[in-house]
C-alpha cells in the first residue's frame, strides 16, 4: 500500500541543525510532488515546503524560507528536510504528505505518521 | 496569501446527530478546497477534495459543499468515532498552501 514513514526528528538547541527523512513506498516516487507540512504543539496544520516530482522545483513558507532546505533521493524513494538555524518556534510534528495526483500540485493524500522535532535549551 | 477562516472554534452534537462545519477563504479559490479530519495523536486524513467529492473509503456520512470563498463540511449521522479536529485546506493559489485554525468536533 502508499505509504510514507518519516524519521529523524528529536531535541536539538537553538541555533543548531537537523536532518529529516521521509521514506516512500507503494507508488512511483519520481512521479509525485511531495510536501512537508508541521503542527506545533495544540496547534493547527501550516504548510512548510513543497518539491516537484522530478526535484526541479522547491517552495518554502516564508517562516523557513533561508533556513530550511528540502531535497529529494529518487534512487532511495526518499524526500529530506535539512533544518538549520533552529529556533524554538520550529517545535513541532513533521509530516510529509504527497501529493495526491501525479505530476500535479493539488490536495495532500496520504500523509506520514510525523516524526516530532523540539528545540530547546 | 490566501487566509481560510472556520468556524466554530468547537462543536458539541449528540450521536446521530448532524454537524455543519463552515470555511471561509479570504477570495475566490472555485472549488480547489480539501478537508481533512485529524484524531488525537494521528496524522491528518483526507475526506474531502475538490469541494465536495469524498476520498477513498470515507463513508456517505461524509459531505462537502461550496465553491468561491464559502464551503462547507457536513457529517450526518455522528458516530462517537467522528470526535476529531477538522481541517480546511485551499489548494487553488499556492505557495502557501494555506490550513484553516480547525474546528474541534465533540460528540456527546
Known amino acids: 500500500q502508499v505509504q510514507l514513514v518519516e524519521s529523524g526528528g528529536g531535541v536539538v538547541q537553538p541555533g543548531r541543525s537537523l536532518r529529516l527523512s521521509c521514506v516512500a513506498s507503494g507508488f512511483i516516487f519520481t512521479n509525485y510532488a511531495i510536501h512537508w507540512v508541521r503542527q506545533a504543539p495544540g496547534k493547527g496544520l501550516e504548510w512548510v515546503a513543497l518539491?516537484?516530482?522530478?526535484?526541479?522545483?522547491?517552495y518554502y513558507a516564508d517562516s523557513v524560507k533561508g533556513r530550511f532546505t528540502i531535497s529529494r533521493d529518487n534512487s532511495k524513494n526518499t524526500l529530506y528536510l535539512q533544518l538549520s538555524n533552529l529556533r524554538t518556534a520550529d517545535t513541532a510534528v513533521y509530516y510529509c504528505?504527497?501529493?495526491?495526483?501525479?505530476?500535479?500540485?493539488?490536495?495532500?493524500?496520504?500523509w506520514g505518521q510525523g516524526t516530532l522535532v523540539t528545540v530547546s535549551s | 496569501e490566501i487566509v481560510m477562516t472556520q468556524s466554530p472554534a468547537t462543536v458539541s452534537v449528540s450521536p446521530g446527530g448532524r454537524a455543519t462545519l463552515s470555511c471561509r477563504a479570504s477570495?475566490?479559490?472555485?472549488?480547489?478546497v480539501a478537508w481533512y479530519q485529524q484524531k488525537r495523536g494521528q496524522a491528518p486524513r483526507l475526506l474531502i477534495y475538490?469541494?465536495?467529492t469524498r476520498a477513498t473509503d470515507i463513508p456517505a456520512r461524509f459531505s462537502g459543499s461550496g465553491s468561491g470563498t464559502d464551503f462547507t463540511l457536513t457529517i450526518s449521522s455522528l458516530q462517537s468515532e467522528d470526535s476529531a479536529v477538522y481541517y480546511c485546506?485551499?489548494?487553488?493559489?499556492?505557495?502557501?498552501?494555506?490550513f484553516g485554525q480547525g474546528t474541534k468536533l465533540e460528540i456527546k
Open positions: 477570495q475566490p479559490i472555485s472549488t480547489d
Open positions: 518539491m516537484s516530482h522530478d526535484g526541479s522545483t522547491k
Open positions: 485546506q485551499q489548494y487553488n493559489d499556492w505557495p502557501p498552501y494555506t
Open positions: 504528505a504527497r501529493a495526491h495526483s501525479p505530476n500535479k500540485n493539488n490536495w495532500f493524500d496520504p
Open positions: 475538490a469541494a465536495s
